[in-house]
Every structure is written in C-alpha cells, then in structure tokens.
C-alpha cells in the first residue's frame, strides 16, 4: 500500500523473471517435465512489482495466477523460454532466473503419438541452452544478473562455481536439507551468495518472505550502481 509522495525503490526500473518447469515434448501428447510450482518465481515477480518495478514475468506451466501488475508471457519448452528471456534481457535492468529448466530435451520429436510395443524404449536427448549463462555473457555493468542453484551435495562449493560460470552477481541456493523446503512447498531455504563472495544463510520462511529478502539485496544492488 503505497503511501501518498512516497517513492518506490524500485520505480522506473524494468525487472525479468523467469519461472516454473519447462516441458519437453516427446510426441504430441508426452512431454518430460520436473515438479516445479513457480511459487518461488511468482513470489519475486510480486515483490519487484510492488516494489515498482515493471515486471515481465517468462513462466513455464503453472497453476499459478498472474501476480498483479505483472506482465505474464507464457512459455513451454527450454527453447521457448530462451527466446522469450533474449527479447527482455536488453532492456532489464533486473534478471532474476529461477525457473527449473530442463537441461535435456529430445532430439525428435514424433508427430504422432509413439504406440507401446518393445519392452524397453530409448529416448536420445541433447543438452539444453543454458539460458541463464547465455544472459550471463551478455550482462552490463548495469544490470543486476540473479540465479538459482539447486544442490544435494557439495553445495556452497557447486553454487559459487555456478555463480561465476555463469557471470552472476547473486546466486540464491536451494538447501535440500530441511523438510518443508524447495519443490511444491510454500516455504524455502535459502542461502544466497554474492560475486564478492559474501554469503547469507536465511532461516525456513515462507516463499514471499525469501522472494522480500532477496528483493532487498536487489535494490541494495540497484543502488550501488546508480550511485
Ligand atoms: N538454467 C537456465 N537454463 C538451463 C538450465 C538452468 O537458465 N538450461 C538456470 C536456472 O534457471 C537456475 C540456474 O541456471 O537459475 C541453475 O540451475 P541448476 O539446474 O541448479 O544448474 P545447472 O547449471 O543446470 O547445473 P546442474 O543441473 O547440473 O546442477
Ligand atoms: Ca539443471
């Protein structure tokens, strides 16, 4: 609830999220997908949006609704989701990727429905565009570049390696460990590391409450640079 002459943080500023799974097809009726629910993404889009920001939210399929204020354009596929992501990017003062995209999709795709005969059946797959890497070498000094990890092992290590790969100034990393975290929950864990190498470890919350914290290290950010 915006106060009267109050000024937004985030006002004048253009924000691209992405969020959800992505799906694969393998024939008209088949797809490869994960369990992604797009709460963590939809939860960002809000928070930059009411913050001010002039949201377009890239969403993969969700159930979700449309935060309000939002620019929801709806994708499908890995390859859908990067063309979407390279029309925004340019113009996007704030890139925050935290859809679950598939790292393989099939190389076919059949026209018809495949019909069950052999026992066992193969599907080839070739590796996605990483889009976020692909963001990553085209980012300005301008710009704010968030990513997301999801780690079992080795995590803080595998994280700060995806953050530099992938020319990020934060990554927010899914810690697996606790019950009521990551996939189909309302609550998340998070431990979000920056280029410098500072990192915040943030207790269980609630997915709109981790989407506000990360918001506040975004426009801490935003106000580096423009100062
Ligand atoms: N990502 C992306 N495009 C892909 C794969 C991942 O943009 N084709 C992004 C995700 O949106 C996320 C980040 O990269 O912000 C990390 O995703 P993650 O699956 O944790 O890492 P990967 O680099 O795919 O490596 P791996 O799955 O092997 O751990
Ligand atoms: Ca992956």
Do not use: W
Not at 97 to 110: G, H, Q, R
């Amino acid at each position: 609830q915006q106060l009267f002459n109050e000024v937004l943080p985030l006002k004048g500023k253009k924000a691209l999220v992405s969020a959800g799974p992505t799906y694969e097809a393998i024939d008209p009726v088949r797809f490869i997908g994960n369990h992604s629910s797009g709460k963590m993404g939809y939860a960002i889009a809000n928070t930059l949006s009411a913050l001010g920001a002039d949201v377009v939210l890239v969403s993969g399929p969700t159930a979700l609704e449309t935060p309000k204020g939002v620019t929801r354009v709806d994708v499908t596929s890995a390859s859908d989701m990067l063309n979407a992501c390279n029309a925004y990017f340019e113009l996007a003062d704030i890139i925050v990727m935290s859809a679950a995209v598939a790292d393989y999709t099939p190389v076919e795709v059949a026209t018809q429905k495949i019909k069950k005969k052999e026992n066992s059946f193969q599907i080839d797959l070739t590796k996605t565009t990483d889009i976020l890497a692909t963001l990553g070498q085209k980012k300005s000094v301008k710009q704010t570049l968030v990513g997301f990890a999801l780690e079992t092992n080795n995590a803080i290590e595998n994280a700060k390696s995806k953050l530099s790969r992938k020319n990020l100034d934060f990554i927010v990393l899914n810690t697996m460990e606790d019950e009521g975290a990551g996939f189909a929950h309302d609550t998340n864990k998070v431990t979000i590391i920056s280029k410098s190498g500072h990192t915040s470890t943030f207790p269980l919350k609630d997915k709109t409450e981790v989407a506000s914290d990360l918001a506040t290290i975004i426009v801490e950010h935003q106000q580096s640079i423009n100062s």
